[in-house]
């Protein structure tokens, strides 16, 4: 292994450590040490939040996971354009966790700000989609919400009964 190779291979592990530490803080849910990764570009669209992830997930469907070392020839080859790297869970079982590697690659930025960032090593982070229902910071939840179940739909169904109540009184205000 190669030294761009050992500090993609560090990088993506302190991630994933710190992603599951985010991840146990806020989610009921148990995880499994042994991880899995399937890759995505972040692209820039128009869409709303809702129609993108529907499309991720489609999208995520189709990819076959890979383990850390098979997908480290992949970022190796479009290091160079990386500006910005998110790792989530995308699926957490008690026996694997699935986590969804996106990137933002150099490429989408605008050309004078890309100059700038160009040379500089990609930006890491480890990030968690927190539900639209969700009370507060206290409250913990599934983080498999995104891939629907009958939970979610309850909650979802009781978020948007409340949110609607809300647009009406704040018309009835004006």
Request: hydrophobic share 35%; charged share 30%; net charge positive.
């Amino acid at each position: 292994m190669n030294n761009l190779q050992e500090s993609l291979k560090e990088s993506i592990q302190v991630s994933t450590a710190n992603l599951f530490k985010v991840a146990k803080a806020c989610c009921w849910n148990q995880f499994s040490s042994n991880c899995v990764y399937i890759l995505s570009e972040i692209e820039d669209t128009e869409e709303n939040f809702h129609e993108q992830r529907r499309r991720r997930r489609q999208q995520n469907s189709l990819k076959t996971p890979q383990t850390l070392e098979q997908i480290l020839p992949t970022l190796e080859e479009i290091y160079d354009n990386l500006y910005d790297v998110n790792l989530y869970i995308y699926h957490a079982k008690k026996r694997i966790t699935l986590i969804e590697i996106q990137y933002y690659p150099i490429s989408s930025l605008d050309s004078a700000y890309a100059e700038k960032v160009r040379h500089r090593a990609p930006m890491f982070h480890s990030k968690i989609t927190i539900p639209p229902y969700r009370k507060d910071d206290e409250e913990k939840f599934d983080i498999n919400w995104e891939l629907g179940g009958i939970k979610h739909r309850w909650k979802m169904f009781w978020w948007w009964r409340k949110a609607r109540k809300m647009i009406q009184n704040y018309g009835k205000e004006r």
